[in-house]
C-alpha cells in the first residue's frame, strides 16, 4: 500500500477505465463489495445542478447543525486539501480515517478499473459510516444521472439548483438535455425542491418528476424568493415566510438560501424553527465564495484595492459575478480557466463592468487556456486584457491604478486553491 494521503490519491487515480463506460455499474459493484454502505447513511439530502450546489449544502448543513443534529456532507471540487471532500460534521475528515476509508475501498476493488470519483465516493461512504450523522448531504460530482453518488435509492429529499450550460462536452450541447442529467436524481415518490430555472430546464425536470409521482416544490411555482430594500425572504404557496439572513455575501446567496428554506419546509424530518433557521445562515462558511480577503501576501499587492476571491467558472456565474460588480467600486477581473470552459461566453458578461481584465495560468498539470490565448479571447469580446506570468504579478499590476477597485480573482477553483495557497493557510478557510 502507499504510504502516504497523496501517494494513495494517485494510485488510485491510476485505476481510471481505458474506455467509457457511462454506467453506474462500476460504483454499484464494488459498494456490493464494501457492504453497502450507501445504504446506512441516515437521512439522505441529494444536490444537484450547475451552480449553487455546494452553497446550498453548505447552508443547508448548517442549518441542521444549528438545530443539534449531526451532519455529514460530500463535496467536490476541493480547494487545498482532498479531506475538504468530506465533512464530518462540519469539519473535514482526518487523515487516519479517510486513509483507512481509501484503502478499504482499494482492497475491495482488487484492481479493477474504476473512475477516481467513483472509488472515493465509496470511501466517502465508508467514512461517513464509521462516523454516522443523522444527516448526510451529498453533493453530485457531475450531472446527476450517472454519477457515482446516484446510488443511493431511497433519500429523504432531492434538490436541484439553477442548471445552465457547462460541461457541455460531457452532458450535452442544450439546456434541456443537461436538464435531464441532473434530474436524474429525481427518485420515484421521493420530493424535490427546484431552484430557479430556465423554462427549458423547468420543463424536463417537472416532467421528470411527475412520470416519478415525485412531489414539487419548484421556485416561481409553490414558492418563491420575496425581496425588499432591507431584507430578503422565503414565501410559499401557504403563506409562510422564512427571513435569510445569510453570511454569504451576493444575490445569489439569497436565492441558495431559499432552496434550503424550502427543504426545512417540504421535509418534516428536517424541520427547523424560523430563529434556529436563521442561526444557521447567520453561522454558514464555505470558502471561495465572494469571499473578502484580508489576509495573505496578495492583500498588500491589491492595495488601496479590496480583493476578492469566487470560484465562478462558467457563463451563469459569469452573470452573477459582473451583477455583483455593478454595485460597488469599479471592478478588475483576474482569471484563469480550464481548456474545457468557454472563455467567450465567462467573459463576455463582464464587457461594460471591468475595466481592466487580467489573464493567468492555473499552474502545472492543469489542461488550462494559455494567458495569452485568453487576454486575446477576453479581448474580441471587448474587454481591456493583459497576460501575466503570474497571479502575484496580476494582483500587483491591478493594484498599482492608484484607485480604489475590487479586484476580483475568478474562473476556477485551481485559481482558488493558488490564493490560499498564497496567504499560507494549511485550510481553505474565511478570514473576515
Not at 429525481?186 to 412531489?215: N, S
Request: proline letters at 6%.
Amino acid at each position: 500500500m502507499p504510504s502516504s494521503l497523496d501517494a494513495r490519491l494517485a494510485r488510485l487515480a491510476e485505476l481510471h477505465p481505458r474506455s467509457i463506460d457511462l454506467s453506474l455499474d462500476r460504483i454499484q459493484r464494488l459498494l456490493r463489495q464494501l457492504g453497502h454502505p450507501e445504504r446506512n447513511l441516515g437521512r439522505v439530502v441529494h444536490v444537484a445542478g450547475t451552480n449553487g450546489k455546494g452553497s446550498v449544502v453548505a447552508m443547508l448543513a448548517a442549518v441542521q447543525r444549528a438545530a443539534g443534529r449531526t451532519v455529514n456532507a460530500y463535496v467536490s471540487p476541493h480547494l487545498l486539501r482532498f479531506n475538504e471532500r468530506m465533512l464530518i460534521d462540519g469539519e473535514p475528515i482526518q487523515d487516519g480515517p479517510l486513509i483507512a476509508a481509501l484503502d478499504a475501498a482499494e482492497v475491495a476493488n482488487a484492481g479493477e478499473p474504476i473512475t477516481f470519483f467513483e472509488i472515493t465516493t465509496a470511501a466517502a461512504f465508508l467514512a461517513f459510516g464509521a462516523r454516522p450523522a443523522e444527516i448526510t448531504v451529498l453533493e453530485t460530482g457531475l450531472g446527476g444521472r450517472l454519477d457515482a453518488t446516484n446510488v443511493v435509492e431511497r433519500p429523504a429529499l432531492t434538490v436541484i439548483t439553477p442548471v445552465g450550460l457547462d460541461h457541455c462536452d460531457r452532458l450535452g450541447s442544450t439546456l434541456s438535455e443537461i436538464a435531464a442529467e441532473k434530474a436524474g436524481i429525481v427518485k420515484e415518490g421521493i420530493p424535490v425542491v427546484v431552484g430557479r430555472q430556465r423554462p427549458a430546464a423547468m420543463g424536463v425536470i417537472t416532467r421528470r418528476a411527475r412520470a416519478l409521482q415525485a412531489p414539487l416544490f419548484r421556485h416561481g411555482v409553490e414558492w418563491c424568493l420575496e425581496r425588499d430594500v432591507t431584507a430578503a425572504r422565503y414565501v410559499d404557496s401557504a403563506g409562510r415566510r422564512i427571513e435569510l439572513p445569510t453570511a454569504l455575501r451576493g444575490a445569489h446567496q439569497k436565492e441558495n438560501a431559499a432552496i434550503v428554506a424550502a427543504s426545512i419546509t417540504l421535509v418534516p424530518e428536517l424541520s427547523v424553527p424560523e430563529e434556529t433557521a436563521a442561526r444557521g445562515f447567520k453561522r454558514v462558511r464555505w470558502p471561495g465564495r465572494l469571499q473578502r480577503l484580508k489576509k495573505g501576501r496578495l492583500v498588500p499587492m491589491a492595495a488601496p484595492s479590496e480583493l476578492w476571491l469566487d470560484t465562478g467558472h462558467n457563463p451563469d456565474a459569469a452573470r452573477v459575478l459582473a451583477d455583483w460588480g455593478r454595485e460597488g467600486p469599479p471592478l478588475q477581473l483576474i482569471a484563469g480557466l480550464l481548456t474545457a470552459k468557454d472563455p467567450a461566453s465567462f467573459f463576455r458578461p463582464f464587457r461594460g463592468v471591468a475595466q481592466g481584465v487580467g489573464t493567468v495560468s492555473l499552474g502545472s498539470g492543469a489542461s488550462a487556456w494559455d494567458p495569452a490565448e485568453l487576454a486575446d479571447i477576453a479581448k474580441s469580446v471587448g474587454l481591456c486584457a493583459s497576460p501575466y506570468d503570474s497571479l502575484e504579478a496580476a494582483v500587483s499590476r491591478a493594484g498599482a491604478t492608484g484607485q480604489r477597485h475590487r479586484i476580483l480573482i475568478a474562473g476556477s477553483f485551481l485559481l482558488a486553491g493558488q490564493v490560499f495557497r498564497c496567504s499560507g493557510a494549511g485550510e481553505a478557510v474565511i478570514d473576515d
